[in-house]
T-cell receptor, first 114, second 117 residues
Framework: DVKVTQSSRYLVKRTGEKVFLECVQD?????MFWYRQDPGLGLRLIYFSYDVKMKEKGDIPEGYSVSREKKERFSLILESASTNQTSMYLC?????????????FGPGTRLTVL | AQTVTQSQPEMSVQEAETVTLSCTYD???????LFWYKQPPSRQMILVIR??????QNATENRFSVNFQKAAKSFSLKISDSQLGDTAMYFCAFMTRTTSGTYKYIFGTGTRLKVLA
């Protein structure tokens, strides 16, 4: 079974702090994604990566950056956390063409910025 | 812009009954994939069912089936013989190619389904 893990289930940070969210997948997937999930807004794509060191902006990249130094790991970075970044963050991975493009999700990190 | 619309924020259904969740999307592409994902309370999001746009036959997975109307850009999910474990948030998603040649997904806002005992 595909396994996608995220470094924390719950995280509380202060405004202005630098925040790292990590995601690891064990299925050798080429593609990895970071979403934020807010009530009434569904899932919105922040960034995605289609290969090591490759990244592409999603729909709401402002205030975020990402890093993918190894194939299995995709990090989301909040350079200076703000209260409007309080949200649930979901990581996902998928194979390029395999499994007919199904995404596999991690359990999510609920981030609160005070 | 490509969009996915789920017009039913919340729904409820009696156990053992059938319920249909609606989803419409907007795209100019001719070949694409559509998905329904399920997010149970405090649990991981998982795939329910998937449909390739080039296939005319509607996808089915046990009690879950879709009604895919390509011309109308409609992709509804039917859950038959609803069970308490079907209580979850359901998201419709559309896979689209990006300008760089890779692909990404666009999600709807979700439908919260509650199955009543």
């Amino acid at each position: 079974d595909v396994k996608v893990t995220q470094s924390s289930r719950y995280l509380v940070k202060r405004t202005g702090e630098k925040v790292f969210l990590e995601c690891v997948q064990d299925m050798d997937h080429e593609n990895m994604f970071w979403y934020r999930q807010d009530p009434g807004l569904g899932l919105r794509l922040i960034y995605f990566s289609y290969d090591v060191k490759m990244k592409e902006k999603g729909d709401i990249p402002e205030g975020y950056s990402v890093s993918r130094e190894k194939k299995e790991r995709f990090s989301l970075i909040l350079e200076s956390a703000s209260t409007n970044q309080t949200s649930m963050y979901l990581c996902a991975s998928s194979s390029r063409g395999g499994s007919r493009y199904t995404q596999y999700f991690g359990p999510g990190t609920r981030l609160t910025v005070l | 812009a490509q969009t996915v619309t789920q017009s039913q924020p919340e729904m409820s259904v009696q156990e053992a009954e059938t319920v249909t969740l609606s989803c419409t999307y907007d795209t100019s592409e001719s070949n694409y994939y559509l998905f329904w994902y399920k997010q149970p309370p405090s649990r991981q999001m998982i795939l329910v069912i998937r449909q390739e746009a080039y296939k005319q036959q509607n996808a089915t997975e046990n009690r879950f089936s879709v009604n895919f109307q390509k011309a109308a850009k409609s992709f509804s999910l039917k859950i038959s013989d609803s069970q308490l474990g079907d209580t979850a948030m359901y998201f419709c998603a559309f896979m689209t190619r990006t300008t760089s040649g890779t692909y990404k997904y666009i999600f709807g806002t979700g439908t919260r389904l509650k199955v009543l005992a």
